[in-house]
């Protein structure tokens, strides 16, 4: 079942510009994440040509492309970004190590540039819980990583608005 937006957040999209970064490993997974994000982006209004699509190679790299983004060298700075990935528990604990570094270096990043940062990134056991988390019965986490990144950025815009009222 998907959560429901809360109604006191309103997610309008049609001015916003978001970058996607997508690792590229398990891109059955990845894929199917990045298109729920699309859809939940361009459902609440947003143009398709307001998205920045960067692929990555796996998840280790999603936060040093996301820094890039943030960072806005190569292209006006986005609104939000949303790093999308799949990590699978294996024989050993790399899983652990990929996935600490990245939930870590990202939470950072979105604190150090003050630009929301979506984790879309999937910690499972095995694949059948990837897949059930990418549009099967769990339903779509980078639907539910959008519209995070989409209401931090109305809660941001809010506390400006906030701010201008008199006491």
């Known amino acids: 079942m998907q959560p429901q937006q809360p109604d006191d957040i309103p997610i309008d999209t049609r001015d916003l510009k978001i970058a996607i970064v997508t690792?590229?490993?398990?891109?059955?997974?990845?894929?199917?994440?990045?298109?729920?994000a699309v859809k939940a982006f361009t459902g609440a209004g947003g143009d398709p040509g307001s998205l920045?699509?960067?692929?990555?190679?796996?998840?280790?790299?999603?936060?040093?492309l996301c820094q890039h983004c943030c960072l806005g060298e190569a292209f006006d700075t986005p609104d939000g970004v949303l790093a999308i990935g799949c990590v699978i528990r294996g024989e050993t604990t790399h899983d652990q190590h990929i996935n600490h570094a990245v939930s870590n270096?990202?939470?950072?990043?979105?604190?150090?540039?003050?630009?929301?940062?979506?984790l879309g990134v999937l910690t499972c056991e095995n694949m059948e819980q990837a897949r059930a988390r990418a549009g099967g019965d769990k339903g779509n986490k980078g639907v539910e990583?959008?519209?995070?990144?989409?209401?931090?950025?109305?809660?941001?815009?809010?506390?400006?608005v906030q701010a201008d009222k008199p006491a």
């Open 23 to 36: 690792s590229r490993y398990h891109g059955e997974v990845t894929g199917a994440l990045r298109d729920g």
């Open 105 to 118: 270096q990202l939470a950072a990043l979105a604190v150090h540039t003050g630009i929301p940062i979506g």
């Open 52 to 64: 920045l699509h960067v692929d990555a190679p796996g998840a280790f790299e999603l936060p040093v």
């Open 145 to 160: 990583a959008m519209h995070a990144v989409l209401q931090t950025i109305a809660s941001i815009q809010s506390l400006g």
